[in-house]
């Protein structure tokens, strides 16, 4: 199949899609505002949207529809079997004033459950792609109530999970140089956040519970994963709380890396206000056998197992969360059990090539059509 994509190329989630279908012989061509970035996918043709400028001027006012334009002219020049957009907002409703079917659309959670509450704009632009759409898939089944209510049609949505690389994110010994790069002690218990600095995810919440912890366990430390809007900020918050030497924020981690950093680490933390499924670094935590501790939201209950894989947590609730991190970090072999646990979930339920093989499934019945 010749498949086209219209997606964030600089998402990790969409290279990882991507890649299945080009490793398994497809051709795939991806559309997008962004590049890749490091590692590109192998055997995938990118192809860049570029802005409308004026000398070195964008003419923000004109560059969408410039941008839409370039969309209808790759498709109409790539000729593919088949479009698919993730995000049903942006890409989504973009792809489907392109007219082009069969079309695919997979949002990717607040794009459906956050934006259309914005404005009635955003609402329509996401009711019109997903009822110009010829199939969707989501990763969560609370997603399915919430694209049928937005117009879709129930029988052409199918719960697809992103899923993991069991063979890449598996237990394996810490990362020795790793630790000392980071400046963390040897023995000192680890506890890693891997969400974007963004409101959304509620980072706040566990700077704010780093100091309670380190009262009960003043050796341990944090790990702060990802860049967004409020790093300034949360690193402004650790300072006045008196933990930045304890509170480690290190960035955006290429995905490459993230397995030596989570089997570093003793316990992962989730504090997001809102995801459309289950999050892909929490399932990549618990492929490592990593304990986990999430908010109480969306589809998390079918993912964690409140006191056997980890703890789910009420929103915005920094002294719960500083009570379970403490519980965690006392009790080795508790923590064992609850990452032994983990693991085998996601080993029978979110398996990456098995979902990916669904995929392939669905664009073959749509062609056949």
Not at 12 to 17: A, G, L, P, S
Not at 236 to 259: D, M, R, S, W, Y
Request: aromatic share 10%; net charge neutral; charged share 20%.
């Amino acid at each position: 199949m010749k498949l086209c994509y219209l997606a964030d190329a600089s998402s990790i989630h969409t290279q990882r899609w991507v890649k299945y279908f080009a490793d398994v012989g497809h051709e795939v061509h991806v559309i997008s505002q962004k590049p890749f970035g490091a590692n590109p996918p192998t055997n995938v043709s990118l192809h860049l949207l570029q802005p409308l400028k004026v000398g070195s001027t964008t003419i923000k006012g004109a560059n969408l529809p410039f941008q839409i334009l370039q969309i209808h002219q790759n498709i109409r020049r790539l000729k593919p079997h088949l479009l698919h957009a993730h995000d049903a907002l942006g890409y989504g409703f973009w792809g489907a004033l392109c007219r082009f079917h069969p079309f695919v659309i997979t949002p990717w959670g607040s794009d459906v459950v956050v934006s259309p509450g914005k404005s009635w704009f955003f609402k329509w632009s996401v009711q019109f792609a997903l009822k110009n759409a010829d199939f969707l898939t989501c990763d969560a089944d609370h997603l399915v109530g919430t694209l049928t209510a937005l117009g879709a049609n129930p029988n052409k949505i199918q719960v697809i999970y992103f899923g993991v690389d069991t063979k890449k994110f598996a237990p394996a010994a810490p990362d020795g140089n790793l630790r000392a790069r980071l400046g963390i002690a040897a023995n000192a218990p680890v506890v890693i956040s891997l969400r974007h600095l963004n409101p959304i995810y509620d980072i706040e919440s566990l700077v704010r519970a780093a100091p309670l912890v380190l009262e009960k366990i003043p050796d341990a430390r944090f790990i702060i994963a990802g860049n967004g809007t409020l790093r300034f900020q949360l690193e402004q918050l650790a300072t006045a709380l008196g933990i930045a030497e304890q509170l480690k924020f290190v960035g955006a981690i290429p995905n490459h890396e993230l397995p030596d950093y989570l089997t570093l680490s003793d316990v992962y933390v989730s504090t997001s206000l809102s995801d459309g499924g289950l999050a892909a670094s929490t399932a990549e935590a618990m492929a490592c056998a990593l304990p986990v501790i999430i908010t109480d939201f969306g589809d998390n209950r079918q993912w964690v197992t409140d006191g056997k894989g980890g703890f789910l947590i009420p929103l915005r609730n920094p002294a719960v969360l500083a009570d379970k991190i403490v519980y965690l970090l006392e009790n080795a072999e508790t923590r064992r059990q609850f990452g032994a646990f983990n693991r085998q979930v996601i080993l029978e339920r979110n398996d990456y090539y098995t979902e990916m093989a669904k995929v392939e499934r669905i664009y073959q019945n749509l062609l056949e059509v």
